[in-house]
């Protein structure tokens, strides 16, 4: 009687510890998240009969896909989505408002992986992540595996490469435009790896701008780098763009992407089988130029010259508060005051806010105007809120109306408010996933926790949306 109760006892024992393997293998040894800039869903649903049956159309055809994605905050770039995408929070939070702001201090446009502590291999810049104000989906599987898991970021350009990769990667690399090799930072290692110094040599002065070098270079990464090959959860971030693969044939370069990601998945799934990896496609933001030509079929459209107004402002608060500089410059549709000056004089900066929305309200083309003290005491928009950064953003932002653009004479940059909806597809492929199509409306902030959840770790810390399965 009592073998049979240990007999029994042993098996369930057993049947315990098969299960718990069971469940342990169902986590994706490989996690490959792609990430296109300038895709949308029409595009890629329009020209889904011409892909091939294992590019894009398996994706569509056989993954968990969410039609009616967008982003929770604006203004919006390519650089500011990626944050978005990985940290799954917005600039409010993650501080990554675009490629660039002004720097306070120097007045300078500077980029956002711009770090003079750290030097880059291969051309003259210098970067690193730390402008990221919070964790990334791949620094918590760094953290949860104890650093084990091996993370890495791919792509054409230097922010796109490096904040995809996030601060606790094993690397971040990128096409410099002079040397057309590929690059990296000092943060990440001291020297550059052996490896992409060889493949550089291999295929030296080889690069432009087609996708088709991203492809190589990430399946050069994951082999060198035996990517995938444990029960640890791995990543990596492949960065495309369509447009420069072809801006004036959408649908040429939406097929050449097709053959870049049949190439990607192919050589992914045949080495690591479908159930062992798991595959996440997104976009990055689309910019839509179909306005452009609005005044022509008298469509109520115009030009507001932030750089003319901002001027008329300083004169306007001149006349209230005395001559002097109270603003100290604009960048597209931020307007940074002279708070260092304002301070000194001792003046209510509050009140100043409220004269300039009050004279820029009067404007030709202003649909609204925000101010730094409305925006942090919720008094705005959300997804204005949003996309401000207080260590970023400028004080004053400005809402062109629909149909409006905003241009800067002094250095020629241009900027819409986005009204229109852009539905960008969310595409979850591998790791037992059934195939299943949402029209829903949801957030790209919630593909990170649904990673999260997929690999068994947390959600990065500045995230505060639910998985979207």
Not at 68 to 79: E, G, I, L, V
Not at 99 to 123: E, H, K, M, N
Not at 209 to 225: E, G, K, P, R, V
Request: proline share 3%; with cysteine.
């Amino acid at each position: 009687m009592n073998n049979k109760y240990l007999g029994i006892t042993l098996t369930a024992i057993l049947n315990c510890i098969i299960a718990g393997a069971q469940h342990h293998n169902e986590v994706p040894r490989l996690v490959v998240n792609v990430i296109v800039e300038q895709m949308n869903t029409n595009h890629l649903e329009a020209y889904c009969g011409a892909f091939s049956e294992n590019g894009l159309r398996k994706l569509i055809h056989n993954g968990k896909t969410y039609r009616n994605a967008h982003y929770s905050f604006m203004p919006s770039d390519k650089t500011a989505a990626l944050a978005s995408i990985v940290t799954g929070s917005t600039p409010y939070y993650n501080g990554i408002v675009g490629a660039q702001w002004l720097d306070r201090a120097t007045l300078i446009p500077t980029s956002c992986v711009d770090d003079s502590r750290y030097y880059d291999f291969g051309t003259n810049t210098k970067s690193s992540p730390s402008q990221i104000a919070s964790s990334t989906i791949g620094d918590e599987l760094k953290v949860a595996s104890k650093g084990e898991a091996i993370v890495y970021g791919i792509a054409h350009d230097r922010d796109a490469a490096i904040i995809s990769a996030g601060h606790s990667a094993d690397g971040a690399f990128w096409i410099d435009n002079n040397s057309k090799q590929w690059c990296t930072s000092s943060y990440y290692s001291k020297k550059a790896p052996k490896w992409l110094n060889a493949y550089n040599n291999i295929v030296k002065r080889q690069y432009n701008y087609d996708n088709c070098h991203i492809t190589d270079m990430a399946l050069q990464c994951i082999d060198s780098n035996i990517m995938g090959y444990d029960d640890v959860t791995d990543m990596i971030f492949v960065t495309y763009n369509i447009l420069k693969e072809n801006k004036n044939d959408i649908k040429e370069s939406y097929l050449k992407l097709d053959r870049n990601i049949e190439k990607l998945i192919s050589h992914i799934e045949n080495k690591f089988g479908k159930d062992n990896i798991l595959i996440v496609l997104t976009s990055s933001g689309f910019e839509d130029k179909s306005d452009e030509e609005y005044e022509k079929y008298r469509i109520p459209s115009g030009t507001f010259y932030i750089n003319r107004s901002a001027n008329l402002l300083n004169m306007y608060l001149s006349a209230i508060y005395g001559h002097d500089k109270y603003i100290d410059a604009c960048f597209y549709n931020n307007i940074y005051l002279n708070t260092r000056m304002i301070d000194e004089r001792r003046l209510n900066c509050n009140d100043i806010l409220e004269h300039c929305k009050s004279f820029l309200m009067q404007n030709s083309g202003v649909q609204n105007v925000y101010t730094s003290n409305n925006i942090t005491s919720s008094l705005s928009s959300d997804k204005i809120r949003n996309g401000f950064n207080a260590f970023h953003s400028g004080d004053i932002i400005i809402e062109t109306m629909p149909g409006w653009k905003l241009f800067n004479e002094d250095n020629q940059q241009q900027y819409k408010s986005p009204f229109r909806f852009t539905p960008y597809p969310i595409i979850f492929y591998g790791a037992g996933i059934i195939s299943d199509k949402n029209d829903g409306h949801v957030i790209m902030e919630r593909i990170a926790p649904t990673i999260a959840k997929s690999i068994q770790i947390r959600a990065p810390n500045a995230c505060d949306t639910a998985p979207l399965f």
